[in-house]
């Protein structure tokens, strides 16, 4: 008879898990060279941040054999309580954490510091699981949705307030899964709406149109809120005429609006747009009060809403922002560069990781890192040690480790027989693939600096055990679907 044990290991993606254990190896040599001091290679000294490292590598592989040994079932009974827990535990950080470079999320034990945020993460995607996987849940009802939201928002919030947005934002990846799940498709393009009305609006809100006194930022942004409108007329209703009265009509009025300010008087075409707007959102209430169909109503207050959403982020962005906060933006749009100050790391990273060419620098010997001249480089940019020592073949390697990753575990999650299993992979395929794409466009210089850890790279113990027990769960799960007795 195969004992229960036995199934486990023999049911356990090894692919995974192997690829797991290259990462850990590939990160901690990593943090060897990010944190190498000259003549100083006793890697595993307790008191270098590599033996700290090595130290944090061993638990980590202690506690993923521990979360494979315990029953698949647990995690599905106490997903509400472990919750709850790591709530309870965020809230109490905000209030007794010491101010650690201006934030309050590090709990010092002793000699060890613990930020509770990382592990918030899989406390979250256990409770999602959990929620979605009732019976009586559908995506359709707004009840289920709304406590969606707080399930997600709620550690958003709490982690706001102890001054880590950059932690707070990975909790947005959820809305990946959430999608993958059934959510409508217009929230997830009302999101990236967002977050080109946010660029381009701020990009561009200096730059004027030719001679005229119209802000391309401010002016392209409600093109776009037009143009969207009449084509989900077209997506959700299939009807040719109020489309073309909406874009036809609207581009027409715009290119008269143009010619007479470029030609006889200069005046703002906003103005002219904020009329468009007002028709557009008052013919598409008359659409759907006549022929009865809610759709119409919908995009009309999806177009009022783009139209809010572009004067409030202007607003968000000057008023509520921090300065530094503003400025690292800026950088990363090409609005500034401001090499000694914001955009100081990024540029160094870069001339860290193009100085490693095509093969590198070899193990130790690159010059950028050894003498940090790159902040932070063993933590949120330490992608840059892989470029500088490995060059782009190593760094490729590196990616490419990833992309295996991310692809076994959407085919893990697609293969998932329980609601629970499926929903729990995503989100954790979600975090992952958050992490990947911000940490390493804000090496490269294509994404703000959040400081967010790159999974299993950075220097630390909280992240490196909150992503094991991300996987080692999930592994745990996915192994429990074929458990024989």
Same mark, same amino acid.
């Given at each position: ?16 898990? @192997? ?16 944190? %190498? ?24 592989? &202690? ?7 315990? #029953? ?62 009732? %019976? ?63 660029? @381009? ?61 470029? %030609? ?16 557009? @959102? ?32 202007? %607003? ?17 749009? &090409?609005?500034?560069? #401001? ?101 390493? &466009? ?35 799960? #996915? ?7």
């Amino acid at each position: 008879m195969v004992t229960r044990r036995d199934s486990i290991w023999k049911s356990l993606d090894w692919v995974t898990i @192997v690829v797991y254990l290259l990462l850990i190896v590939f990160g901690w040599f990593s943090v060897c060279g990010a944190s %190498y001091d000259y003549g100083d290679r006793d890697f595993l000294d307790f008191s270098t941040r590599a033996g700290k490292q090595f130290v944090w590598i061993i638990c980590s592989f &202690g506690l993923g054999f521990v979360l494979l040994m315990l #029953d698949d079932s647990l995690y599905d009974m106490f997903s509400y309580l472990i919750y709850i827990g790591l709530m309870l535990l965020l809230i109490v950080t905000i209030f007794i954490a010491p101010d650690t470079k201006g934030s309050r999320s590090w709990l010092i034990l002793g000699p060890v510091s613990l930020q509770p945020a990382e592990f918030a993460k899989f406390a979250t995607a256990l409770a999602l699981a959990k929620y979605m996987s009732a %019976y009586s849940f559908t995506m359709k009802n707004w009840k289920s949705s709304l406590m969606l939201a707080f399930l997600i928002l709620f550690p958003m919030l709490l982690i706001i307030l102890q001054r880590e947005t950059g932690s707070a934002l990975v909790y947005s990846a959820f809305f990946l899964m959430l999608y993958r799940e059934g959510m409508p498709g217009v929230v997830l393009f009302s999101g990236i709406c967002a977050v080109a009305y946010f660029v @381009v609006g701020i990009r561009f809100d200096a730059v004027m149109i030719a001679d005229t006194p119209t802000p391309i930022g401010e002016f392209a942004v409600l093109l776009m809120v037009l143009l969207f409108a009449g084509g989900m007329v077209w997506v959700y209703k299939k009807r040719w005429e109020p489309t073309r009265n909406i874009i036809g009509g609207s581009l027409g009025l715009l290119l008269v609006a143009y010619l007479t300010s470029e %030609y006889v008087v200069p005046f703002n075409l906003v103005w002219v747009q904020w009329g468009l707007c007002a028709l557009v @959102v008052g013919y598409l209430i008359f659409l759907s009060l006549s022929e009865r169909h809610l759709s119409y109503f919908l995009i009309g207050l999806f177009a009022l809403g783009s139209i809010g959403f572009l004067y409030s982020s202007d %607003y968000f962005f000057n008023k509520v922002l921090e300065p530094h906060q503003q400025i690292r933006i800026k950088v990363v749009l &090409g609005m500034e560069e #401001d090499l000694a100050g914001a955009g100081y790391n990024v540029n160094q990273s870069k001339i860290a990781i193009g100085s490693g060419g095509l093969t590198g620098k070899g193990f130790l010997n690159g010059t950028q890192t050894k003498l940090k001249y790159v902040p932070e480089q063993d933590t949120d940019f330490i992608f840059c040690t892989v470029g500088e020592e490995e060059g782009f073949v190593g760094s490729t390697a590196v990616l490419l480790l990833f992309l295996i990753l991310v692809l076994r575990l959407i085919a893990v999650a697609e293969r998932q027989q329980s609601p629970f299993g499926r929903v729990y992979g995503y989100s954790v395929l979600s975090i992952f693939l958050f992490h990947l794409f911000i940490n390493i &466009g804000m090496v490269l210089g294509l994404t703000p600096v959040i400081g967010i850890p790159l999974p299993f790279f950075s220097y630390g113990g909280s992240s490196l055990w909150g992503f094991t027990i991300l996987l080692f769960i999930f592994l745990r799960i #996915d192994a429990g679907r074929n458990r024989r007795i």
